[in-house]
């Protein structure tokens, strides 16, 4: 069993920055991928970040020089790095990870964090 649990979310205003992280427990290991997620109301998920077993990482473009993720694998931990935000940023964060090296189809999944970016 895998348990993803994300911490840090909240409010932040427009141009300031935020880190969210992921904990992870269970069967999962540094060579999984895990990933960045969000959701925002009446829309549908979608992928923010994600990064290999191997530390390579992919980005969405409305992310691309704004958001960092990187992953401590002694601590199981995985950190999404939000700079510049933006009010359209604001949505549910949900941290993912996959069965495999690269994110293809996240199998498991956190319950997710708030953010939320005042203009």
């Known amino acids: 069993q895998v348990q993803l649990v994300e911490a840090g979310g909240g409010l932040v205003q427009a141009g300031r920055s935020l880190r969210v992280s992921c904990a992870a427990s269970g069967r999962i290991f540094s060579s999984n991928a895990m990933g960045w997620y969000r959701q925002a109301p009446g829309k549908q998920r979608e992928m923010v970040a994600s990064?290999?077993?191997?530390?390579?990482?992919n980005y969405a473009e409305s992310v691309k020089g704004r958001f960092t993720i990187s992953r401590d694998n002694a601590r199981n931990t995985v950190y999404l790095q939000m700079n510049s935000a933006k009010p359209e940023d604001t949505a549910v964060y949900y941290c993912?990870?996959?069965?495999?090296?690269?994110?293809?189809?996240?199998?498991?999944w956190g319950r997710g964090t708030q953010v939320t970016v005042s203009s």
């Open positions: 993912a990870a996959d069965r495999f090296g690269i994110m293809i189809s996240p199998r498991y």
């Open positions: 990064i290999t077993g191997g530390g390579s990482t």
